[in-house]
Every structure is written in structure tokens, then in C-alpha cells.
């Protein structure tokens, strides 16, 4: 790999990456509700700010009926819950439970550990350039 353009060695890597999430590898292999999943990332990405379905199927990239659905199937799992918006009665916010945060705690320890195995044999480091150098990419992607 010392021959080839770096710029084209990091597009084979993402192409694997995204082939990686499209079978939603990590998903299968940790046994997790996917797609519920997807919405209960959506809702912590939010923080604090206040997020329905709408904001939910922007997230996801996904039209208003299928994050409607993929919500709804959060809500029948009891990992999340609809309340009115305080601010704006015609609204509805969505809320993660105490199991939706729980799943989260242990979907986020799961991937720690696959991620952790996969730089088993990295030094601090290297774990430390990756970290770095991943986390300015991803920012830079976005700007």
C-alpha cells in the first residue's frame, strides 16, 4: 500500500466502512433491534433539543412515513416514549425511557469493544493519531 495515493487508500477504507453499516454488521452481530436502533441514535444526537418524527426522518435521510413507522416500533419496544411539546401543544416530542437508555449505554459498550478489538494490537499512540485524524476528517466532510 506505500504506492498507492493515500487520498484513494482512504476512499477503499470508507467504501468498506459503508458496505460494513449497509449490512449493519454491528447490528446483526450485537443482536440489537436495527432499525429502532437507528431512531434511538437519532434521538441522542439531538441532546437537549427537542425532536419528533419529522426531525427523526432528517436524521435518518429517510422520507416523514418510514421514520413514523421506525418510530412507532421504538415505542412499541418501550424504548421510547411521545410527549406533548410544553411549548407548542400541536407538537409531539419524543423521549427516550429508561430501556431506551439502557440500550443505548450497552449498544455504545458493544461498539467500544468491537472498536477496541479491532485496535487490540495498536499502541496508545496510534490509537490516539486514528482518534484524532478520524474525528478532523469526519468535521471536515461536514464543512
Given at each position: 500500500?506505500?504506492?498507492?495515493?493515500?487520498?484513494?487508500?482512504?476512499?477503499?477504507?470508507?467504501?468498506?466502512?459503508?458496505?460494513?453499516?449497509?449490512?449493519?454488521?454491528?447490528?446483526?452481530?450485537?443482536?440489537?433491534?436495527?432499525?429502532?436502533?437507528?431512531?434511538?441514535?437519532?434521538?441522542?444526537?439531538?441532546?437537549?433539543?427537542?425532536?419528533?418524527?419529522?426531525?427523526?426522518?432528517?436524521?435518518?435521510?429517510?422520507?416523514?412515513?418510514?421514520?413514523?413507522?421506525?418510530?412507532?416500533?421504538?415505542?412499541?419496544?418501550?424504548?421510547?416514549?411521545?410527549?406533548?411539546?410544553?411549548?407548542?401543544?400541536?407538537?409531539?416530542?419524543?423521549?427516550?425511557?429508561?430501556?431506551?437508555?439502557?440500550?443505548?449505554?450497552?449498544?455504545?459498550?458493544?461498539?467500544?469493544?468491537?472498536?477496541?478489538?479491532?485496535?487490540?494490537?495498536?499502541?496508545?499512540?496510534?490509537?490516539?493519531?486514528f482518534a484524532d485524524l478520524l474525528s478532523r476528517f469526519v468535521t471536515?466532510?461536514?464543512?
Open positions: 500500500m506505500d504506492n498507492l495515493d493515500p487520498v484513494a487508500v482512504v476512499e477503499s477504507a470508507m467504501i468498506a466502512v459503508r458496505r460494513r453499516q449497509t449490512r449493519r454488521t454491528i447490528a446483526v452481530q450485537s443482536g440489537g433491534p436495527d432499525p429502532v436502533q437507528e431512531v434511538l441514535d437519532a434521538l441522542e444526537a439531538a441532546g437537549a433539543d427537542p425532536i419528533g418524527v419529522n426531525g427523526v426522518a432528517t436524521a435518518l435521510g429517510v422520507d416523514q412515513p418510514r421514520a413514523s413507522k421506525l418510530v412507532a416500533a421504538a415505542v412499541s419496544a418501550g424504548l421510547v416514549r411521545r410527549e406533548a411539546d410544553q411549548a407548542d401543544g400541536r407538537r409531539t416530542n419524543l423521549v427516550l425511557t429508561e430501556d431506551g437508555r439502557r440500550q443505548l449505554e450497552w449498544v455504545h459498550e458493544y461498539r467500544r469493544e468491537r472498536f477496541g478489538q479491532a485496535m487490540a494490537d495498536w499502541t496508545d499512540g496510534e490509537r490516539q493519531t471536515a466532510l461536514d464543512g
